[in-house]
């Protein structure tokens, strides 16, 4: 079952033997399952059936980063405030009374499809064997997994993030409030998919590099899973079941955020003397109300009064001028993730993920699929209801009329698709549907406006038009200029900035070291490489002076008072204005800092907008520390009756700090390089660090 690893062999315990033998670690007996680990610390897993693959994905999971998946579990039953304590934690468990998700995913794993549901108790007792194996790392505030787990782990990832995200997004425009900052982490991504049509070998390619927080529960972990002669291959969230982003023999998939309107607010007229009442309709309405319990971690219990009304529940009140907001979530009571890529790994080719997409699988994304035949497809998802387009859903909207009200849900097969478009290529980097391929055949007057995006047009400073630019100029595309694009550092929203600074010394030159920082930035070829030495000037300036919207807002003079700041700044704290980006920029991972190129995202402290993403939110020391942005990254060709592929994390495949695996990619992605992803079991036996094998129950 398990042992202690050594380099190319597996060291069994005398007493891990003996339960071994007994069968009291997996019960039942089914099959054996191989788990091969590579020199890259990447988990191959050699599988009879899918159930037995699940239960050894979760051992190898729970080797990389058991801490975090037992925590994700905690909070997901609503019980991270009894584990851990703290109000985040409280508030966390009271999103989740809130929106009633302990009911709903109790509804939907009994109705799950009794194959998947096998599955996932299957990986819960891989979590359960490797707890009962290694009895000194589980804590004491957890019990044991279940099945269910996964699902109630499926709805609060995704009602997080349409509360936390889209909701709270809305309610604080409404309020008259700027976003929170922390409502983004660098939450942006690239894809694209080329044609064998542009391509100089007659290949199909798919580049992902979802750009997410490099820690927490979207921080990626890469494996591959073998069952009789299928495969796959990719990279899924710790507590997951199956690749989210990923390819087989036959196959490729990636994601980016469609940033949907998922989810709204809407704006209550509470009664003027009885806060038990709201109004619809010509009607006075009784606020649903109930109580209920958090047990807090070395507090006593807190009592929390919920109230909510039809549209859903109550998230913010001012009782001085009678007003609520309350939230509705598209697809709380239908959408499952672990469905999500499921039947991918049977599919033949972009027209079986075409059929076997449903709704429910997906809440929300892009996603791009190419197949070994040379198809490529784009897929609109989301989890919307219909809506009358007159109301601007981007606010909260009135709750009191019936206008409001939501209609059915959309179907999936009314929403934008597109199969092998004639310009041979497909990009989303975040980007609006309709903008996704030149000549596009989407057209926003054929969807819902309320959607998402309705744009037409890609930004000259957007990742998008960074990336058609590349597809659409060059005429035969080789695999190579694939893995280029992935590593462009080109800063395109930086020229903002630089006319923003050249507008404010327009009437009155520089002198000393402004001239010097302008005259840097003039001759810059706006590449964010470890050499330039632009990007420290204008992060600096950011930091002193705000984003771009700011710095747009501020008269000439204020402009220069704080440019010039910024750069006495940069002398006091590096005792000159040119410094190399591989100074000031790069990832932290335990003790070991790794110089990055790269810039963010509009919301970064460096927001000059590069393919390649370094996303860095804090200065720590005299260093600015990328914590996010590109996550994982995989370019896939199919050619040649075959596929290859190329892969790469920003720091290794585990996060247990004694592990090898820990940080060993860093330096890798810090060069600009990629590893080759070991497909077969003869590269994986050639390149093998460990061998364990596990019998299933």
Known sequence: MTGSHERGRLRTSAALSALLSL?????????????????????????????????????????DNLPDILRFVTEARGRAAEAFGGEGAIASDLLIRQFGLPPIADRLYAETDPDQRAEQEAFAAGINAWL?????????????????????LSKFYQVSQQVQGTARAELRRGLGRAPAAEADPGGQSNMWVVAPSRTKGGETFLVADPHLPWSGRTRWWEHQVTIGERWSYGAAFFGSLWPGIGFTQDLAWASTNNAPDNA???????????????????????????????????????????????????????????????????????????????????????????????????????????????????????????????????????????????????????????????????????????????????????????????????????????????????????????????????????PRYIAALEEAYADDPPRGDAARALDILRAWDLEASLENVATPILTTFVEVAGPIEVIGRLAPSERRARFEEALALMTARWGGIAIPQARVHGSLRGDLFTPLPGAGNESARNPFVTLFMGHARRLQGDRWIA???????????????????????????????????????AALFASGAFKTARLTRAEVEEALESRITLTAP
């Open 23 to 63: 069968g009291w670690l997996s019960g039942a007996f089914a099959g054996e399952v191989e788990i091969l680990r590579d020199t890259d610390g990447v988990p191959h897993i050699y599988a009879g059936s899918r159930t037995d693959a699940a239960y050894a994905l979760a051992w190898a999971q729970a080797e």
């Open 132 to 152: 009962t194996a290694h009895p000194e790392q589980k804590p004491a505030w957890f019990d044991r997994m279940t099945g269910l787990d996964l699902t109630r």
């Open 264 to 494: 709204d607010v809407y704006r209550i007229r509470l009664h003027p003397e009885d806060d038990g009442l709201y109004f619809f309709e010509g009607d006075w309405r009784p606020v649903i109300q109930r109580t209920e319990t958090i047990a807090v971690k070395g507090e006593p219990s807190r009592e929390v009064v919920i109230r909510a009304t039809h549209h859903g529940p109550i998230v913010h009140e001012d009782r001085a001028r009678r007003q609520a907001y309350a939230v509705r979530v598209a697809g709380l009571e239908a959408v499952d993730l672990g469905r999500l890529a499921r039947p991918y790994f049977e599919a033949r080719d972009v027209h079986d993920m075409h059929r076997s997409n449903r709704f429910g699988d997906h809440y929300m994304w892009h996603r791009t699929g190419a197949d070994r035949h040379g198809n490529i497809a784009y897929f609109f998802f989301l989890a919307v209801n219909e809506r009358d387009d007159a109301f601007n859903w981007s606010l909260p909207v009135d709750g009191s009329i019936a206008a409001t009200e939501w209609g059915p849900p959309i179907a999936w097969d009314a929403l934008p698709v597109m199969i092998n478009p004639p310009s041979g290529w497909i990009q989303n980097c975040n980007n609006s549907a309709y903008t996704s391929t030149e000549r596009s055949p989407l057209r926003p007057e054929d969807f819902p406006a309320h959607l998402a995006g309705t744009s037409t047009r890609l930004s000259p400073w957007s990742r998008g038009y960074r990336a058609s630019e590349q597809l659409a100029a060059n005429g035969a595309l080789e695999f190579s200029d694939m893995l280029a694009m992935a590593r462009d550092v080109k800063a395109v929203a930086a």
């Open 627 to 665: 914590d996010g942005g590109s996550s994982w990254q995989m370019a896939v060709r199919y050619w040649r009756g075959g596929v290859e592929a190329r892969t790469l994390l920003p720091y290794g495949n585990s996060e247990d700090p004694a592990s090898p695996h820990y940080d060993d990619q």
